[in-house]
Structures are given as C-alpha cells and as structure tokens.
C-alpha cells in the first residue's frame, strides 16, 4: 500500500467518522426539535381552536346567567311581568345573530301564580303555564310561540334534575336546504334553591363549523369537534356531522379517544402513520366536555425536516468530496517529491549517478525540502568520491603496465646474459654483490605490492563503510517520512476538531435565535394575557389559558438554554483535544529535528571514511613509485653486471648460476606485475559501472 493511499484511507476514515458522527448527532437532534416543534405547534392550534368553541359557547351561556340572574332578581323582588320578560328575551334575540332562538320555560304556577289567566294566551299552554320561545323565521323575523310539553324533552327534564346549567347534546337541523348544527344550552332560574324553571338559548354551530371547514394545517391536516357523547359536531365534510366518532377514527384508539373527550383530557396519538391530537372544551360550569381534534398525516409533519435532512445530508456529501480533494492534493505533494528521491535513490543503487532531484523540491523551505537537498548533497559527495577511486584505478593500471614492461627488458637482458657468460671472465665477485643488491631491490619490490594491496583492501574496507553510512542515512530518511506523517495526520485532526467546533457554534448561534424570538414573544403573550385577564374579570378565563400557555413556551425556552449549556460544553471539550494535538505536533517536530541531526552525523561519516579512501589511494601512488623506482635501479645494476662480465670470463661458471638466479627473480617480478595490473584492470572494471 502507497503512502498516499495510506494517508487517504486513515486521514479521510477518520474525518469521515468523526463528520459522520457529528452530522447524524445534528441531524437527528435537529429532527426531534423539528418534529417536536411541528407537534407544539399542532398543540397550540388545537388549543385555539378549541377556545375558540368554547367562547362561543361561553357567549350563549353569559347571556343565558345574565337572564337567569336578571329573572331571579325581578322574583325576589315580587315583579314579574311576563310581557316584560318577552320582551327582555326578544331584545336579546335581536342583538346576537348567531343565536337561533331564545326560550324560558316555568314550572306550573312558579312565575307569578297566575297560570290560570293566561290560559290558551299567546306564547302560554292550554293551562297557562308560561313557556315561550322566540326564534328567527326563514324571513329573518323574530316569531314567537309557547313551548308544548316541555316536560318529555332533555332540554328540560335535565336541566330540571340536575339544577344546573347544562350543554345539551347538539342536533342537526335543516335550514334553507342546508344541513346545520345546533346547540342548546340551559341555565336553571332557582329562588332559595328551589327549582322554579329555566332560560335556554339555540346556537346556530355554522359558525364554529366554518371555522372548522376551514382550518388547515400543512398540507392535508383538518380540524374536527366531538360532543361529550362521541358525536361529530363539525368536520370538513358535512357528510358526517351528526355521525359517530367511529366513522373516522379506527377502532384499535376509538376507546381511548372516548375516554379523553369524556374526561376533559389531553390527548396526542400516532395510527397508522396519522397524528391525533385533542383539545378539550369546557363548556361554562357544566360537567360535559367537548374536543377539538386534528388530524394530520406524519409524513406532513415531518416533512420541513426531512427536506432539510436531504439537504444536510447532500452538503455533507460534497464536503467530503472536498475534503477528499484537499487530502489528496496534501498527499500528492508530500509523496511526488519521496518518489522523485526514491527515484534517484534506486539509480544511485544501480550505479548511475547522472539522474537529479527536480529542482522544485530542493527548493522547498519544510522538511521535505531539507530531505532531497541532504540526499542530493550525499549524491554529490558520493559522486565525487568515486571519480577519485576512478582516477587513482587508472593510474594503478599505468604504473603496473610500466612495471611489467620494466620486467619484460629485465627479462630479456638476463637472457642475453645467459648467451654471453661463458664471456664472462673477470668481476664475477662484483657480480654476485650486484646480484646480491638486486636480490634486495626485489625483495623491497615484494614488500612494496603488498602495501599495495593491504591498502587497497582498507580503499575495499573504507568503501564498504561509506555503504554501511549510506545504508543508515537511508533508514533516518525512512523514520523522516514516518515522523512527517504523524505531524500530518496530527495536523489533519486538529483542522477536525476546529471544523466541528464552527460547526457547533453555528447549531448555538441557531439556537440562541429561537430562544430570542421564544422569549420574545413569551414576554409580550404574557403581559398582554395578564393584562387582559384582569380587565376581564370572569370573562377573562379564556385569557387565562392564554396565560398557561405561556408559561408552557416558557418551559420550551428553558429547555432550548439547557441545549445551549450542553452544546458550549461540548465545545469546550473539543478545545482541549485541539490544545493536545498541538502539544503532540511540537513533540513530533522535535523528534523531527533529532532525525534530522542524525542524518547530518551519517553524511559527515561518509565524508570521513571517504578522506580516508583518498589517503589510501595516495599511499598506493606512493607505493608503486616505489616499485618503479627500485625496477629502475635494478636496471642499472643489470647494466654494470653486464660491463663487469665482459670483463669476468674466468669466472663464468658461477656467472652463469647466478644468472639462473636472476632470471627466476625476474620472473616473479613479472608475475607480480601481471598481478598488480590484473587488479589495477579489476578496480577500473567495477569503478566503470558508476555513470558520473
């Protein structure tokens, strides 16, 4: 495996974690505050909705008290008039559109004792009892007639046990064609709590039913109103008003959807991938409870965060992409210089010294510039080292061709010697001290070949050092490139850590924003339903569930705060893993400069063991001056024997052993020479495979 590909894997690996963890912990935080901010937001919908049911409710019933109390007070005061009263419910009638009819219904004999004389009378039974119900005709006219036994119907006998006010269960009733929805409520007129009759007013629902029809929430969301009983009272779809709640909610939460309309409960269900959520709604002092529900498709809700989860996840896609891009330029550009030097490395093992380092990377001012310029100042070095080997092999191999030429005319001359010692008569003492100094001048020839080559196996020795040197700087190299991809992958993480600390400040930056506007608007929904609350008095308990709201969003605020404190904690964290990884870089470059020392300790061997190889080198010119020297005196000496023969013809026969002598002395004087020039030939030989 590549250093690049190394470097790609591990370094983009461990982004690609650590940004993948990151973003899923984002992306699922931001769904949950999204899907929970969608599910409030439907809370807080249904609540109005339903405060909205319930003030219009809590209209007829006010006006209904107040007709009550108002009745209650002309009979403690013993002044009853029943076309007073008419009129009173008339009036009342006329100021509030939205109310169908108006109505108030005596026990026998209870309003003024005077049954009898209004007997078969306008808006009284057959007996008198006073019983009248004004409504709106088809003319928009107020029309009014007595109420016929009014004791068989729910919407007294009910009022009438319980003596308190009631909500009766809504009705459809058909109006100009048109199906519409009809309410009743009843509030008891009692004179020290005995029951004497009631005062009921008819709610026209069109209203709350086209409030209803038009409510919407995202897409396909709808409002509906149950009834205390599990009756819809308003949908969209007029089809099923006045239906059962089972026509639209499945069976396996029709039960618990019963339960919380009956008991005033909240309510917040998922079926079948639809949310339920309801609302209840008091109605005045009665005990019936009411419910606004909506209904909206999952999907829907979670729709705004799943678009931006498409979209989180798509940046993160082309953020690594780029990250991939930059990791692979740094790679590139740490590796392309290494492979230029291993590169020429490999030519130097092969013996060619002619192949450069690119220019580009001498030129570079970190530490992968000081690398190539140590390895090319070591190229150089060793490069010049071996032109002087080569210059000394060559001049080694001159000196052995004019030794073994010398050797070959002393040869010859011996021979010649031997053709002419029977002439040799006189200086034949002369002659074997001569042969003597030649034996001697030999001998120092020996001796000085084989200084020749001792010092040419510590010239082999010296060279085998500088091997063993530049083995070792290659192996510091080595550890160079390890430390440099530490301090990268180092580096690398610190640039993560940072890169996900903006991206924590930007989720805190987001945040602040929400609980800004939150508080905001919790401040001034606040005091304005406080402020509403006091002026209303008894009316103003709308406003008071307004308040409670509030107080929830407040709730909400101080939930968004503790993400905040867990968010900055989180940051804080990350910055101390920065400051480590940049206590671990001053450590790895440290260890970098002490790699670096090392090489410079290997190059100054190298630069040692190669002065010694030039002394050596000159030792061996010195040596085979010597030899040629001694060959030269040799000559002479052979010169004078030669006239001292001519002269010695008495003593011919010695002169002739010792002429054997010498003709053997020379031939190993010239195999030494053969010797010497073979290893002279052999040196050039292996010094020539170099390209300089």
Same mark, same amino acid.
């Given at each position: ?12 690996? &461990? ?43 809590? *209209? ?225 002092? &009665? ?36 990250? *991939? ?139 085998? !050092? ?99 404190? &867990? ?65 030269? !005196? ?56 170099? !390209?300089?």
């Amino acid at each position: 495996m590549t250093l690049r590909t190394r470097m790609l894997i591990s370094i983009l690996g &461990t982004v690609l974690l650590l940004f993948g963890t990151v973003s899923t912990y984002t992306i699922f935080n931001f769904w949950q505050m999204t899907k929970a901010t969608s599910m409030d937001l439907m809370e807080i919908e249904t609540e109005k909705l339903s405060l909205e049911v319930q003030n219009e409710v809590e *209209a007829a019933l006010d006006s209904a008290r107040a007709l009550a109390n108002a009745l209650e007070g002309m009979k403690n005061h013993d002044d009853m008039n029943r076309e007073q009263v008419n009129t009173m419910l008339q009036t009342v009638l006329e100021h509030n559109a939205n109310f169908s009819g108006i109505w108030t219904i005596w026990e026998p004999n209870s309003f003024d004792g005077k049954d009898s004389e209004y007997a078969g009378a306008e808006y009284h039974d057959h007996t008198g009892r006073y019983t009248p119900y004004f409504y709106w005709d088809e003319q928009n006219r107020i029309i009014g007639e007595p109420t016929s036994d009014p004791d068989s119907h729910d919407f007294y006998s009910i009022p009438k046990q319980k003596e308190t006010e009631v909500v009766l269960e809504p009705y459809l009733y058909e109006v100009q064609g048109e199906q519409v929805m009809f309410l009743s409520v009843v509030v008891p007129v009692k004179q020290n709590d005995t029951f004497l009759g009631v005062v009921g007013i008819d709610l026209s629902l069109d209203y709350i039913q086209e409030r209803v029809s038009s409510f919407t929430f995202y897409d396909t969301g709808f409002a509906i109103l149950i009834s205390n009983e599990g009756q819809i009272v308003s949908h969209p779809n007029t089809e099923y008003m006045g239906t059962e709640l089972s026509e639209i909610i499945p069976n396996a939460i029709l039960d618990e959807v019963q339960t919380s309309v009956q008991s005033g409960q909240d309510l917040e269900l998922v079926m079948n991938g639809i949310i339920y959520d309801a609302e209840p709604v008091t109605l005045g002092y &009665t005990d019936e409870r009411w419910s606004a529900m909506i209904i909206v498709p999952e999907s829907e809700v979670v729709k705004e965060a799943r678009d931006i989860l498409i979209t989180v996840i798509a940046a993160t896609v082309i953020g690594l992409f780029i990250i *991939a891009g930059v990791i692979l330029w740094i790679a590139v550009s740490i590796t392309k210089p290494i492979k230029a030097t291993v590169y020429t490395g490999n030519k130097i093992a092969d013996g060619d010294f002619t192949e450069d380092i690119d220019g580009r990377y001498l030129k570079r001012k970190d530490e992968i510039g000081e690398i190539t310029r140590s390895f090319d100042i070591m190229k150089r070095n060793l490069s010049g080292m071996i032109r002087n080997v080569t210059s000394s092999a060559e001049q080694a191999s001159a000196a052995s061709e004019e030794l073994a030429t010398s050797a070959t005319e002393t040869s010859e001359s011996s021979n010649q010697i031997s053709v002419t010692i029977n002439e040799i008569a006189d200086g034949a003492s002369k002659q074997s001290e001569y042969t003597k100094t030649i034996l001697e001048m030999m001998q120092n020839t020996v001796e000085d070949v084989n200084k020749g080559e001792e010092a040419s196996l510590k010239v082999l020795d010296i060279a085998k !050092k500088s091997s063993e040197s530049a083995h070792q700087g290659d192996i510091i190299a080595q550890e160079s490139v390890k430390q440099l991809e530490e301090v990268n992958d180092q580096v690398q993480e610190t640039a993560n850590a940072v890169k996900s600390l903006g991206h924590r400040s930007e989720e805190i930056g987001d945040i602040i924003t929400v609980i800004s506007e939150l508080a905001e608007q919790t401040n001034l929904l606040a005091l304005n339903a406080a402020i509403e609350a006091a002026r209303a008095g008894e009316h103003g308990k709308g406003f008071a569930v307004v308040a409670d709201e509030v107080r929830k969003l407040a709730e909400q605020s101080a939930h968004s705060a503790t993400q905040i404190r &867990t968010l900055i904690e989180g940051i804080q964290s990350e910055t101390n893993q920065i400051v480590l990884k940049m206590e671990e870089n001053l450590s790895s470059v440290q260890s970098q400069m002490n790699v670096i020392s090392k090489v410079g300790t290997s190059l100054k061997d190298i630069v040692s063991y190669t002065k010694g190889t030039e002394d050596m080198s000159n030792d061996t010119k010195e040596v085979l001056a010597n030899v040629l020297y001694n060959s030269q !005196k040799v000559l002479a000496s052979i010169e004078e024997i030669s006239a001292i023969i001519e002269q010695s013809a008495a003593s011919s026969e010695e002169v002739a052993a010792s002429s054997e002598q010498q003709s053997a002395t020379v031939e190993e004087i010239t195999a030494s020479a053969a010797t010497l020039a073979k290893m002279a030939e052999e040196l050039t030989e292996e010094v020539s495979k170099f !390209k300089l």
